[in-house]
């Protein structure tokens, strides 16, 4: 078995998952850096390497976890790195003989739409588009998964499709819960599903060990709706016309004062909650409820302040959150833009 994105965050939980398992002979870790899994065997290199084929060979299956998803990334290299890995990876695992690929998006690519199925199935369309931070590559990704048995024919690819993640993670939507109010669009219907990182590293597992292929749907059973999310959180909402909370998003992003584009916020307005059918009747559960997931992730959150996708320091909180939070930061874009424009004048 093989793990790209070895040395950290999820691609290390799943090497060492799997180096600790008594189905898996060897583990072959690959990434840019070596990690902390003695029991894994080493190669550091750069995922859009063509010699990683070479340091394939052996491999049954590669599980391809080196994918950038950071907020702060610069999008055009971010792109570039997702995009050109992967197809690497998919080209050089046929080259070495390796007869699966399993790969990890997002449920986000099934797009959060109000005519959306609650919940959905896999089999759904991917009506996502690109305005979402990251979703552009990740269908993307998913383009290159449906080619690749058609270009490389022996070869399987499985992707699997986590809701909302949480556990070490820092997203447009886990930064939702870091605002003093939870901003609400009038008019819509947000439901939230989540998946724990440990849940998606079992799924992983499973999937690894081939119990499970295909496009997999990872998530928490069920869904929250908005109400039962205020009650369980204590945060009080917010609501907003969708103009006014869509075109403060879109000011703010396109003069750079947050890294989230407005098309974050469909994703906290619509549904796009997953069934988990095929892996449920594969023989997989998973272990975290969203309750359970919710409340981790408050506790990860606590102290951090971010308003429409900025996260704020101590002295900006201090002035922003004691001035009615993000009602005035986005109430107040106006200003904002109107002084960033009498700025880029005096240049």
Known sequence: MAVTGAAAGIGALLAQRLAESEEIKQVIAIDERRGDVTEATWHVLDVRDPAIADKLR???VVV???VDLDLETDPAARTAYNVRGTQTVLTAAAAAGVHRVVLCTSAMVYGALPENDVPLSEDAELRATADATGVGDLLEIERLAKRAPRAHPGLNVTVLRPAVL???TDTALTRYFESPRLLVVAGSRPTWQFCHVQDLVSALEFATLEKAEGELAVGCDGWLEQEEVEELTGIRRMELPSAVALGAASRLHRLGLTPSPAGDLAFTMHPWVVSGSR???AGWRPRWTNEEVLAELLEEVSGRHT???RRLGRKD????LGAAGATVA???TAA???RARKARRRL
Do not use: C, F, M, S
């Not at 909180?317 to 922003?320: K, L, N």
């Open 58 to 60: 052996g491999a049954d």
């Open 317 to 320: 909180a201090a002035t922003t």
């Open 307 to 309: 308003v429409v996708g």
């Open 330 to 332: 986005l109430v107040g």
């Open 279 to 281: 892996l449920h009747e």
């Open 166 to 168: 949480v556990g070490g």
């Open 336 to 338: 904002l833009v109107r």
């Open 64 to 66: 391809h976890l080196a």
